[in-house]
């Protein structure tokens, strides 16, 4: 059983997805702390005009919740990111392929919850590019002790096998690994550096842009060559 265990972020980049389809289980970990500038509530988007951060306004307050907790104010952002996805991608040879997704998220309903819309934006996309995880919540397990015992305790309850990690996790699972051997739990750090370039709307390349990015740049169908076939 290979296992993931991350915050519900906007929008993510394909690395992100890349995680999710490693493991049979994904499990969102919204119930820490909101940590404000980070990717829960933005993301970034490569128009023909350059690089474009996507905010969606946050009470001040949040830095005092969990990210469960998170609700959003009111839905005036909708529109405006709606009309900066599509102007950025109306002419994306591929454009089709997101123009349903951003219709219902920010046209046809209204979000109040952040978890909400993120988990939304998440498995849609996840189902689109034939992703089939299956997700859960950390609420749902018995959290208790530090973090990596929080962790380990939602591992045990999942009889993971396997536990998948960005590459960011080093740092704080440094001098932890004894625990993952003990729980015959093998560690995996995720590589991002074997994603290969596509055409985008604007020059240079760079990886570090929202899913959307890629899925309006390239045919559904090969999306996977650009992130975990390629890898393989």
Known sequence: MKVAVIQSNYLPW???FDIINDADVFVYYDEVKYTKNDWRNRNKIYSPNGLQWLTIPISREAVKLK???VEIPNSSWQEAHFKAIYYAYKRAPFFS???PLI???YMERTWKSLIELNRYLIEKISANIGIQTAFTDSKNFNLSGEKVERLMGILTELKATE????PAGRDYLSG???LFRKNGIKLTFKDYSFYPPYKQMKEPFTHQVSIID???NIRIEE???YIWQYSL
């Open 163 to 166: 536990y998948i990690s960005g």
């Open 97 to 99: 392929q997101i123009e």
């Open 14 to 16: 394909k690395g992100y």
């Open 67 to 69: 990210i469960s907790e």
């Open 103 to 105: 219709n219902e998220t």
């Open 223 to 225: 999306v996977k060559n």
């Open 176 to 178: 932890s690994e004894h």
């Open 214 to 216: 890629l899925l309006a």
